[in-house]
C-alpha cells in the first residue's frame, strides 16, 4: 500500500496511558490517522494517577514525552470518553462505525478479588488501584473517602505495596502497617529503591525475628534467610529521613482467607492461615498449613495486582483480555491479537498491548514498547484492509452527541497551562486539580455542558 493510501487509514487507540500514547505514536509515524479515546480527561493513564506523587522528574518528563506525540497533526485525542459494555460507545458501535483496527491499551482497570468472607465490608477493605487513584488525583477516587484506620495490612509484597506502605507512613502517618505475604522473604516483588523511601521505619528487630520463624520452611526448600535479610538491608544506606513513628512490619507466609468486621461494618482484623513452601518447577508455591491466625487490624488494602474490566467488551482470561495463541501479525513471538475462545476463533482487527495484554506486567518502559509493538502488528494487519473515510465522521459525530463534555488536546494544553501556573502561584513543583469540574472550568469548558 502507498503511503497515500495508508494515510486514508484510521485507527482507534482506547486509553491514553504509556501503552496507548506510545502505540498513537508507532501508528501516526507511519501515516496512519489516530483517534484516542481515553477515559481519564487527562492523558497519561498510571504515569500520570498511578506513580508515586513526588516522583516529579520522572512524571514531568514522561509528560514531556506525551505532550510531544499529542502535537502530532494526525493524531486526534478525545477525553473523558469510556469504550466498554456500560460506557460511551462499545468496540461494537466502532466495528459498525467501520474501524477495521482497533487497539485496546485500556490497562487494568478490573479488580482481583480473591473470594474472601468479609471483602464487601463498606468500611476499611481496599484494593490498591482506587488507593493510589486517590493519593494521585484522580476524579472519582480524588472525592472519595477512604477510611485509613491506625493499623493497616496491605496484602503483597511488590512495589505497588511499597509505594502504598510510603504514603502511610509519610504522608497519612499510621501507627502500623504490616505488610503481609503469602510466600517468604526470598520470594519478595519490591526493588531495593522503592524500600529506601520506608525502611528507615521499618522494624528491624521484628525483621528479625520474622526471619527466625521462617527459617526452616526456608530451608526446607533450600533458600537462604541470610541472603533475604542481606537483600532487605541493602536498602538502608540509602534510607531516607523517617517522618513519623510509624511501626513497618512484614508479614511472611500469611495467606488471607477472612476479613473481619465489627458491627459498624467496620474491618477490626484479618484471618490469615500459615503456609509452607513448595518447589515447583523451579518456583516456589504458598501451601495452606491449616492454621489460622487473626490479625488485629482496621483496614486492608490488596496490592496484589489488577485484572481487566470484564465490561469491556472482549473475553477475560488469567486477569487479562485473551490473546489469539496463533496470531497472523505476531511481534517479536508476541501475540497482539485478541481472541473469543467460546468460538475458538480470533476476534478480528481487535489488537491488546501494555496492562491490557498483560494485567499488572512491569514499569512504563516496559508498557511503551509493548504499546510499540502492538502498532506494529496493527500496522501489519492494515495492509490487508481498507478503513472507510465515513468511519472517523462518524465517530466524532456520536461523541458531541453525547451528553458530557469531550476533551480535546487543545483542552488539555490550556489546562496544562492553568495548573502550571497556579503551581508557580503557590510556589508548588506541581499542582493538580482533583476534580473534573474544577478541570473543566480551568479549560473554559460551559458549565452548562458539565459532567
Ligand atoms: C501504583 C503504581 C505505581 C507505579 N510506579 C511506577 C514507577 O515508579 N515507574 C515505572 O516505570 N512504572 C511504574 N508503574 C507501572 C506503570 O504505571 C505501568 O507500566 C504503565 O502505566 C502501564 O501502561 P498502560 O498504558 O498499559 O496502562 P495504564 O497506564 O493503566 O493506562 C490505561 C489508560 O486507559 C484508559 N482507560 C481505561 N479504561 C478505559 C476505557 N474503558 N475506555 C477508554 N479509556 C480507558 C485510562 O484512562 C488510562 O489513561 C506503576 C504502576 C502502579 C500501579
Ligand atoms: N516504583 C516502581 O518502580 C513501581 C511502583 C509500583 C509498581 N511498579 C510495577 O508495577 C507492576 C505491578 O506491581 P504490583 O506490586 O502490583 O505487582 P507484583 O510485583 O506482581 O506484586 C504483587 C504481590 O501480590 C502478591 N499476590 C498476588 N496474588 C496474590 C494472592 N492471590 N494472595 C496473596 N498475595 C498475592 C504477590 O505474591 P506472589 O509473589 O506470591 O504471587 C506479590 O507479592 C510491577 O511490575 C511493578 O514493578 C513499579
Same mark, same amino acid.
Given at each position: 500500500m502507498s503511503? *497515500? *493510501?495508508q494515510k486514508q487509514q484510521t485507527v482507534?487507540? #482506547?486509553? +491514553? !496511558?504509556?501503552?496507548?500514547?506510545? +502505540? =498513537?505514536? *508507532?501508528? +501516526?509515524?507511519?501515516?496512519?490517522?489516530? #483517534? =484516542?479515546?481515553n477515559r481519564d480527561i487527562k492523558p497519561g493513564g498510571l504515569a500520570e494517577y498511578g506513580i508515586y506523587? %513526588?516522583?516529579?522528574k520522572m512524571k514531568d518528563g514522561l509528560r514531556k514525552q506525551f505532550r510531544q506525540i499529542l502535537q502530532m497533526?494526525?493524531?486526534?485525542?478525545? @477525553?473523558?470518553? /469510556?469504550?466498554g459494555q456500560n460506557g460511551d460507545l462499545s468496540l461494537t458501535d466502532l466495528?459498525? /462505525? !467501520?474501524?477495521?483496527? #482497533? /487497539?485496546? %491499551? =485500556? @490497562? +487494568?482497570? !478490573?479488580t482481583k478479588w480473591l473470594g474472601l468472607p468479609g471483602e464487601d465490608i463498606p468500611k476499611g477493605v481496599y484494593h490498591a488501584k482506587d488507593i493510589v487513584y486517590h493519593y494521585n488525583k484522580?476524579?472519582?477516587y480524588s472525592q472519595r473517602p477512604y477510611y485509613i484506620g491506625k493499623k493497616v495490612a496491605l496484602v503483597g509484597v511488590g512495589n505497588v505495596m511499597l509505594d502504598i506502605a510510603r504514603w502511610l507512613i509519610r504522608t497519612i502517618k499510621v501507627d502500623e502497617v504490616t505488610a503481609v505475604a503469602r510466600r517468604g522473604p526470598a520470594e519478595v516483588k519490591f526493588d531495593k529503591k522503592e524500600m529506601e523511601y520506608v525502611i528507615a521505619n521499618l522494624d528491624l528487630q521484628a525483621l528479625d525475628e520474622e526471619l527466625a520463624r521462617v527459617t526452616t520452611v526456608m530451608e526446607s526448600v533450600g533458600q537462604d534467610p541470610n541472603e533475604a535479610r542481606e537483600y532487605i538491608h541493602s536498602a538502608l544506606p540509602k534510607a531516607l529521613e523517617p517522618v513519623s513513628q510509624t511501626r513497618f512490619r512484614l508479614h511472611f507466609l500469611a495467606s488471607p482467607t477472612q476479613i473481619l468486621g465489627n458491627s459498624e461494618g467496620q474491618v477490626c482484623g484479618l484471618e490469615i492461615e500459615e503456609t509452607k513452601l513448595v518447589r515447583t518447577n523451579g518456583d516456589t508455591k504458598a501451601r495452606g498449613t491449616g492454621v489460622k491466625r487473626v490479625m488485629e487490624i482496621d483496614t486492608v488494602i490488596f496490592a496484589i495486582g489488577d485484572r481487566v474490566d470484564e465490561h469491556f467488551g472482549l473475553p477475560v482470561q488469567w486477569n487479562a483480555f485473551v490473546k489469539n495463541p496463533n496470531p497472523s501479525y505476531p511481534v517479536d513471538g508476541i501475540s497482539y491479537e485478541t481472541f473469543d475462545p467460546e468460538a475458538n476463533k480470533p476476534l478480528e482487527g481487535i489488537f491488546v498491548a501494555g496492562w491490557s495484554r498483560e494485567a499488572s506486567s512491569g514499569l512504563v518502559g516496559i508498557a511503551r514498547k509493548d504499546g510499540e509493538r502492538g502498532a506494529r502488528a496493527a500496522l501489519q494487519y492494515l495492509e490487508t484492509v481498507t478503513v472507510p473515510t465515513t468511519a472517523a465522521k462518524a465517530l466524532i459525530q456520536h461523541l458531541y452527541q453525547l451528553e458530557k463534555p469531550i476533551i480535546t488536546k487543545e483542552d488539555i494544553a490550556r489546562l496544562e497551562a492553568v495548573e502550571q501556573a497556579e503551581a508557580e502561584r503557590q510556589g508548588l513543583e506541581e499542582f493538580k486539580f482533583a476534580g473534573n469540574d474544577e478541570m473543566l472550568e480551568a479549560m473554559g469548558i460551559e458549565i452548562a455542558q458539565k459532567l
Open positions: 503511503t *497515500e *493510501e482507534v487507540v #482506547i486509553g +491514553a !496511558g504509556p501503552a496507548g500514547l506510545f +502505540a =498513537a505514536r *508507532e501508528l +501516526a509515524s507511519a501515516g496512519v490517522h489516530v #483517534i =484516542a479515546l506523587p %513526588t516522583k516529579h497533526p494526525n493524531l486526534d485525542y478525545y @477525553g473523558n470518553v /469510556m469504550v466495528k459498525n /462505525m !467501520g474501524f477495521k483496527a #482497533i /487497539m485496546v %491499551t =485500556a @490497562g +487494568a482497570q !478490573g484522580l476524579p472519582p
